[in-house]
């Protein structure tokens, strides 16, 4: 198994770039996950990593071996990369068993017979397909076309793992049970794995590590957990969490030694312990993000602990399994909360609370993160 490092890759088609001085390491095992909204540059650079798109600047390494560089005018051929790449379109071979399709690509590379049988039957057995392996794919639903699939890549014994949006066509139910599967499969074959997805959310539960790109420029690199409560800018902020972060402009004043974040509709006190880091903003705009679940309704907040409340009414309640959202609005502001409970209804208002410690400020100007 190997590490995947990219080294100032740039590719372009005709004048648009689709990746952009693109720095990437990637560990040995590890499960890292390419995220942004479509024409962002994941495609582009998971083909790049496979060697069927040739980068016009920049260089591509598999552990040690230089596999792609602009600068040595060299490029890896595919087949010689030693890597497995899995599309959302499983292309299985429809007039083949699901063992012929399994055991195609050792056949192409002369195996042997005895070998192809044992590699192909302990492949279908990890994944829970032996009993299908005389069926055709047409006999598959889309759940176990998907194994199919993956049983080809997994049975050459790749280096790495290059997987672009293989759970899209599946139905939901069985998106988030296979998440999990593919997770744990990975976890056993300790395969470096580089995933392709435009769902945050699949991102989230799956990744070791996410990159979030946009516009081919990389935008933010961490684990879920920094992404989620320590985004780098206003696009992570609000591209990572479901329902989106909330985002309202403020503006920053000074009374006395205290910092306020006023925006019209309410007005707040920032923390103390971020007050000198804020110090240089006093009189400027910024926007100040708050994600749904840390707001709440005054009511079920813990006595003494009500030092913000403002009014909203309620537009619409969802519910959403053992949660609520409440679509709030007043004047100009409209703010998402999730919560457990609520004594509003539509069309009445609620007293709402924030978690101060949680609230997030990005510069107006550049949308970094201020915090």
């Excluded at 696009?235 to 205290?258: H, Q, R, W, Y």
């Excluded at 110090?279 to 913000?308: A, H």
Aim: aromatic fraction near 6%.
């Amino acid at each position: 198994m190997v590490s995947v490092t990219i080294k100032n890759l740039t590719k372009k088609y005709g004048e648009t770039v689709a990746v952009k001085d693109l720095n990437l390491e990637i560990k040995d095992q590890e499960f890292f996950i390419l995220l942004g909204p479509s024409g962002c540059g994941k495609t582009t650079t998971l083909l790049c990593i496979a060697g069927l798109l040739k980068p016009d600047e920049g260089e591509v390494w598999l552990g040690n071996e230089l596999v792609s560089s602009s600068g040595r005018d060299m490029h890896v051929t595919p087949q010689k990369r030693e890597v497995a790449m899995m599309f959302q379109d499983y292309a299985i071979y429809p007039h083949m068993t699901v063992f012929k399709n399994i055991a195609f690509p050792l056949e192409v590379r002369g195996k042997d017979k005895r070998e192809i049988v044992e590699r192909v039957t302990t492949t279908a057995k990890l994944l829970g397909i032996s009993q299908l392996l005389d069926r055709k794919p047409k006999q598959l639903s889309g759940g176990q076309r998907q194994r199919v699939a993956l049983g080809r890549a997994i049975v050459r014994k790749p280096r790495v793992f290059l997987l672009d949006e293989p759970l899209a066509n599946l139905d939901a139910k069985l998106r988030v049970k296979t998440r999990t599967e593919l997770k744990e499969l990975q976890r056993k074959l300790g395969v470096t794995t580089v995933y392709v997805t435009h769902d945050q959310v699949e991102a989230m539960t799956m990744a070791d590590r996410i990159i979030v790109q946009r516009d081919g420029v990389t935008e933010q690199i961490g684990t879920p957990d920094e992404l989620y409560n320590r985004p780098a800018n206003l696009f992570v902020a609000g591209f990572i969490g479901s329902p989106e972060m909330n985002f309202t402009d403020c503006t920053l004043i000074k009374d006395g030694k205290k910092l306020w974040l006023d925006a019209k509709e309410f007005k707040i006190p920032v923390p103390a312990e971020i007050v000198p880091k804020l110090e240089s903003y006093v009189g400027e705009d910024v926007i100040m993000g708050i994600r749904p679940e840390d707001l709440y309704e005054r009511e079920f907040v813990k006595e003494g602990t009500q030092k913000n409340a403002f009014r909203m009414t309620v537009d619409i309640i969802e519910h959403v399994g053992p949660y609520l959202l409440l679509y709030l609005r007043k004047g100009r502001l409209s703010l998402v909360a999730r919560v457990k409970h609520t004594k509003a209804g539509v069309g009445q208002e609620a007293s709402i609370e924030m978690d101060l410690s949680k609230i997030h400020l990005f510069d107006k100007k550049t949308t970094k993160a201020i915090l």
